[in-house]
C-alpha cells in the first residue's frame, strides 16, 4: 500500500480550472495504477479518471471526458487531474487512489489505497 496525500481543492467559478495533486509515498509508485474518484454530498461515490502505471492508457468517466486530464509524473511520485470547463455538477470530495494489482483500467476496479480527499465547490 502507498500513503496517498491530495492537494489543489477549492472554491472555482463556473467555467473555471482548478488542477488537483496526488502525492504518493514509497519508492515503487511507478508499479502502481492511479485515478481519481469523487463523491458529491448526498450521493454515491463515483470514478472520475484513471491512468495505467506505465502511463499508457488512461480512462474518463463520461461526464468528464474532454474536461478533465489525468497524469503523472512518477519521478515525482505524483498523479495529477487538471480539471477545465468546470460545472456546478464537479462540486464533490475528490479521493485520489493507486493500486498495483490494477493492469486494466476500468471505472468499476477495486482500489486498495485511497487518499483523505480534496474539496472542490463549483459556484454557478
Known amino acids: 500500500q502507498v500513503q496517498l496525500v491530495e492537494s489543489g481543492g477549492g472554491l472555482v467559478q463556473a467555467g473555471g480550472s482548478l488542477r488537483l495533486s496526488c502525492a504518493a509515498s514509497?519508492?515503487?509508485?511507478?508499479?502502481?495504477?492511479m485515478g481519481w474518484f469523487r463523491q458529491a454530498p448526498g450521493k454515491e461515490r463515483q470514478f472520475v479518471a484513471a491512468?495505467?502505471?506505465?502511463?499508457?492508457?488512461?480512462l474518463y468517466a463520461n461526464s468528464v471526458k474532454g474536461r478533465f486530464t489525468i497524469s503523472r509524473d512518477n519521478a515525482k511520485n505524483t498523479v495529477y487531474l487538471q480539471m477545465n470547463t468546470l460545472k456546478p455538477e464537479d462540486t464533490a470530495v475528490y479521493y485520489c487512489?493507486?493500486?498495483?494489482?490494477?493492469?486494466?483500467?476500468?471505472?468499476?476496479?477495486?482500489?486498495?489505497?485511497w487518499g483523505q480527499g480534496t474539496r472542490v465547490t463549483v459556484s454557478s
Open positions: 487512489v493507486a493500486d498495483r494489482t490494477i493492469l486494466v483500467l476500468t471505472p468499476t476496479g477495486s482500489w486498495g489505497s
Open positions: 514509497g519508492r515503487t509508485f511507478g508499479n502502481y495504477a
Open positions: 491512468i495505467s502505471r506505465n502511463d499508457i492508457s488512461t
